[in-house]
């Protein structure tokens, strides 16, 4: 069933656009759905019916210490405060999820990044972000990080703090601290990991 009739675009906005949908209720009741979208206004997911990812979130291991995992302090804007997350960032037309979590890592941290590729391919797929406000979907690629961590490459838009999270400090950041949901839920697997099998939770 179709539960709207008009489409309107109401920003023009390199990376994120506001959408209204005159929207239809179960009994056909008109009223104002409001969404954003990074697509173009003739790619949005409710004309494609795809579910491709526009972003990746990057679990990155250390390959020296597998028990031990990068994670990111970032500033918020729309919290105005620093949020603990996993590095993460979009894909550039004609990228693979992959190829996008290697050149992010290394934009944001420093760090190369060699993608895991075993497991079940199911939990790498895209998952839908938040559907009631966005039709944005993500990759997890997971993988181990190396190098030394700098910020050469960091967007002066970008303020980011680099750490490196032992599973006594990923616990205390459960408690403690402002957590983005991708990142509370992978440090959660993180936390039963045996570091001779790093990735053994996507068999």
């Given at each position: 069933m179709k539960k709207y009739t008009t489409i309107h675009k109401l920003s023009d906005n390199r990376f994120l656009n506001l959408f209204k949908?005159?929207?239809l209720t179960d009994s056909g009741r008109p009223f104002d759905y409001?969404?954003?979208s990074?697509?173009?206004a003739d790619q949005i997911k409710?004309?494609?019916?795809?579910?491709a990812a526009e972003g990746v979130v990057i679990y990155p291991v250390l390959r020296k210490d597998p028990d031990k995992i990068v994670m990111i302090r970032q500033y918020r804007y729309p919290i105005g405060e620093y949020l603990y997350e996993l590095p993460a960032g979009l894909i550039d037309a004609g990228e693979t999820p992959d190829d996008a979590a290697v050149r992010e890592l290394k934009e944001e941290t420093g760090l190369d990044f060699e993608v895991y590729t075993g497991g079940n391919a199911a939990y790498r797929r895209a998952f839908f972000m938040g559907a009631g406000f966005t039709d944005e979907s993500c990759n997890a690629v997971f993988g181990y990080a190396d190098g030394n961590?700098?910020?050469d490459r960091l967007e002066d838009t970008e303020s980011i703090q680099v750490l490196i999270v032992d599973k006594e400090e990923a616990q205390r950041i459960l408690r403690e601290e402002r957590v983005s949901l991708r990142a509370a839920y992978l440090l959660m697997n993180f936390l039963h990991t045996d570091k001779n099998a790093p990735f053994g939770f996507l068999e």
């Open positions: 949908l005159d929207a409001f969404f954003v990074r697509r173009r409710l004309l494609t019916g795809d579910n961590i700098n910020h």
